[in-house]
């Protein structure tokens, strides 16, 4: 498997305070773990491009796009609520972590790539259609997924997110639209309090109690995206990646290990091969322990490069 990492060095300019968990941290962790490991080596690794005003209004109305430009400080932070705030360089990161995913969409729809992990931040799966939450201004996912639509011809997106926070923002994006399937598996009950029930027949959620572990995690996925992402029939895969499900995560209380992280990536990628000529984006959400955040990364990479990984 030819597995592209897209990642860019101004990701790490956007911060939200010395004691943020959503820190530029998290980029250098999955760096120097894959790097440590020989993983990153293996990648076919390539900068992000900012995301085009276009691509971005396929998603967010100009509105949205213009209050966020308003809110952009001259210095210091701005706080767009309690726990999203902006810095001078928060914007322009957002608009590379965006730009990532349309950049491994063109990737894996040019057959330069067979997958593709975008290694940026801030994340997405939180921002609404008009508004930014949850550490998250833009949704990067829903960007990606509207580009592949608009500019490929794609007319079944599947969105699997197995943060450890559902993905409102990617479902109020794409609530009743039949060509876009979301699987969301997550802590419930559990921020962020809404869409946590589907009212919509393309909206997939798995809620899980807290404490649950491995068995809980992956029978859930089995009983309820497998059903689902077979009789769908993506065209194209694309992965919210959190791995804040973990059971180091210092924000959440599911158990998850690494070798879950590798499972679920090898199950997206068998629905890719049988129905999307392999072709899969994933790209970072949420996972807030350091070290954690590094090795779950490298099962993740490691399932896409089609590498073993120990149980």
């Given amino acids: 498997m030819i597995t592209s990492y897209i990642s860019h060095p101004h990701c790490h300019d956007h911060h939200?305070?010395?004691e943020h968990p959503e820190s530029p941290l998290r980029l250098e962790a999955i760096r120097a773990r894959l790097a440590l490991t020989g993983v990153l080596q293996q990648t076919m690794q390539?900068?992000?491009?900012?995301?085009?005003?276009?691509?971005?209004?396929?998603?967010?109305?100009?509105?949205?796009?213009?209050?966020?430009?308003?809110c952009v400080p001259e210095h210091g932070l701005v706080a767009l609520d309690g726990d999203t705030?902006?810095?001078p360089a928060s914007l322009s990161a957002a608009r590379l972590a965006a730009g990532a995913v349309v950049r491994g969409v063109d990737q894996v729809f040019r057959g330069q790539a067979d997958n593709v992990f975008c290694a940026v931040r801030p994340p997405g799966h939180h921002a609404e259609v008009t508004d930014p939450m949850g550490f998250c201004f833009i949704n990067n996912i829903a960007v990606g997924a509207a580009h592949a639509r608009a500019r490929h011809g794609a007319e079944r997106v599947a969105i699997l997110d197995f943060d450890v926070h559902q993905g409102n923002g990617t479902v109020d994006i794409f609530k009743g639209d039949p060509n876009v399937l979301v699987c969301s598996s997550f802590q419930y009950p559990f921020y962020p309090w809404r869409y946590l029930r589907s009212e919509w027949h393309n909206i997939i959620n798995t809620p899980l109690a807290a404490g649950s572990g491995s068995d809980e995690f992956r029978q859930a996925i089995e009983d309820d995206w497998l059903p689902a992402l077979h009789?769908?029939?993506p065209e194209l895969v694309l992965v919210s990646a959190g791995f804040d499900a973990h059971?180091?995560?210092?924000?959440?209380?599911?158990?998850?290990?690494?070798?879950?992280y590798y499972w679920v990536t090898r199950l997206a990628m068998e629905i890719a091969a049988l129905y999307a000529d392999n072709r899969l984006v994933s790209v970072l959400e949420g996972g807030y322990d350091l070290e954690s955040l590094g090795r779950c990364a490298e099962a993740h990479v490691k399932a896409l490069l089609g590498l073993p990984y120990p149980s």
Avoid at 62 to 68: F, G
Avoid at 247 to 260: I, Q
């Fill in 16 to 18: 939200m305070g010395p």
């Fill in 231 to 233: 009789a769908f029939k």
């Fill in 46 to 70: 390539s900068d992000a491009k900012p995301a085009t005003d276009e691509q971005l209004s396929r998603v967010h109305p100009d509105r949205h796009l213009q209050a966020l430009a308003r």
């Fill in 85 to 87: 705030l902006m810095n």
């Fill in 247 to 260: 059971r180091n995560d210092p924000l959440a209380e599911l158990c998850l290990e690494e070798d879950d």
